[in-house]
């Protein structure tokens, strides 16, 4: 069913509830990758241009006593905000009271307040009591009440039934939620990816753990011709196979599922046929490349260059790319080169839909500065496994209906 977007709803002179994803890294004082707030300026941008009062809620960072909160408070993301949008953002330190009703009460059409960090409501009078992250229903109610309308543009969050998002869309009536731009880009290109390809259609699956991606895997195996295996999960699918792994990271209560997938794969599942391995879970270990078993004491950090152009050679003639996970470790700087080589190589299917999921592969499209050559980015990792999965995710379900 289509949902409501920012676009179907009354602005002008409405006080408009934003669910925002500024979970952002702050160190002292000051915001570090400000990409997530610049993601949410479009649909903030509209919401003033159109005479509303943009009333912004967000998470940052987990709260679970008292003393997490002076460290997480949201006021250096007010500051960074009103710089990126050229006007002043008012910051309100508090999640409900007075003092917040008051600021908002105060607001005039195309001016912007941010609430403090919504997870200040999970510990209170000290107590760990998540008002916020278990969807207290009073909460949500309580802060649909601050507005007219709810705008959910947290594509991140979208994964989690919390207060912030699930509760207002819930509390605020139907017909008076909708998406905002952000959101309404991540379920077309995940969507269409998922649901309705241009083919042929090649899912790259990294990451440590089978058990992370055994939902994605299956669900996509009905959907695309191809599935990339990289990163320590392709190691659980060896053991299944009965090559030697060494000291590779293998998840043994995983293997028959492992065997499983494969005899449902068939095909499809195209798994590393060369590895870099080292002698030590560290940049500066011995390494060597090698075909087939992986001998004791060593273990495979990284797709040999053997797999990667293989993996290019399938994505070649590609129209739909779906990339989540790394191909090895790629946090250390001599096993990134499988990560890095797939995704340059990405930036160059140019005739392709190619969108990218999961933090270390945005990494690495960011390290490679290909990032405007693919179609897509996801801001959520979490949620877009989710949404790869074929699982309803939460904070989308509760807005509107059109």
């Known amino acids: 069913m289509a949902k409501m977007t920012v676009e179907d709803l009354p602005l002008e002179g409405k006080k408009v509830l934003m ?7 702050i160190k002292d004082g000051v915001v570090g990758d400000d990409n997530r707030i610049v993601a949410a300026l479009p649909t903030i941008n509209h919401v003033i241009d159109h005479g509303g009062r943009a009333i912004l809620f967000s998470h940052l960072g987990r709260i ?3 003393e997490d909160k002076p460290g997480l408070s949201l006021r250096p993301v007010a500051e960074r905000l009103s710089n990126l949008l050229n006007k002043p953002v008012t910051f309100v330190p508090v999640t409900e009271g007075k003092q917040l009703e008051d600021a908002i009460n105060q607001m005039n059409n195309g001016d912007v307040l941010l609430v403090q960090n919504t997870r200040y409501e999970d510990v209170k009078d000290g107590e760990y009591v998540k008002r916020e992250s278990g969807n207290d ?3 949500g109610k309580y802060w649909a009440s601050l507005g007219d309308v709810f705008v959910n543009d947290a594509f991140g969050t979208a994964h989690r039934a919390h207060a912030s998002n699930v509760g207002i869309a ?5 017909g008076k939620s909708g998406v905002g731009f952000l959101m309404e880009k991540e379920i077309k290109f995940l969507g269409d990816a998922v649901d309705n390809p241009v083919r042929p259609f090649v899912a790259i699956l990294g990451g440590a753990k089978v058990s992370d991606k055994i939902g994605v895997i299956d669900h996509l195996l009905d959907k695309a011709d191809k599935i990339i295996i990289g990163g320590g999960m392709a190691y659980t699918f060896y053991a299944a196979k009965g090559i030697k792994t060494g000291n590779s990271l293998v998840e043994k209560d995983k293997i028959d599922v492992a065997k499983q997938i494969m005899d449902k794969a068939g095909d499809k599942l195209v798994l590393p046929v060369d590895n870099v391995v080292a002698d030590a879970f560290k940049n500066d270990a011995n390494t060597k490349v090698v075909e087939g078993d992986i001998d004791d004491g060593w273990m495979a950090l990284d797709i040999g260059p053997k797999t990667i152009e293989l993996y290019k050679s399938v994505l070649a003639d590609a129209k739909t790319v779906v990339w989540n996970g790394p191909m090895g470790v790629f ?3 001599n096993f990134a080169k499988g990560t890095l080589e797939i995704g340059k190589f990405l930036g160059t299917l140019t005739d392709a839909t190619t969108i990218v999921g999961g933090g270390d592969s945005t990494a690495a ?3 490679l500065g290909i990032a405007d050559r693919l179609s897509h980015i996801s801001t959520g990792g979490g949620a877009s496994l989710t949404y790869l999965e074929g699982k309803e995710l939460p904070g989308i379900a509760a807005i509107s209906e059109k």
């Open 19 to 25: 669910r925002v994803d500024f979970n952002v890294p």
């Open 64 to 66: 679970k006593k008292e």
């Open 137 to 139: 229903p009073e909460l």
């Open 170 to 174: 819930q509390a605020i009536g139907e």
């Open 331 to 333: 946090e250390m700087s």
């Open 365 to 367: 499209a960011k390290q």
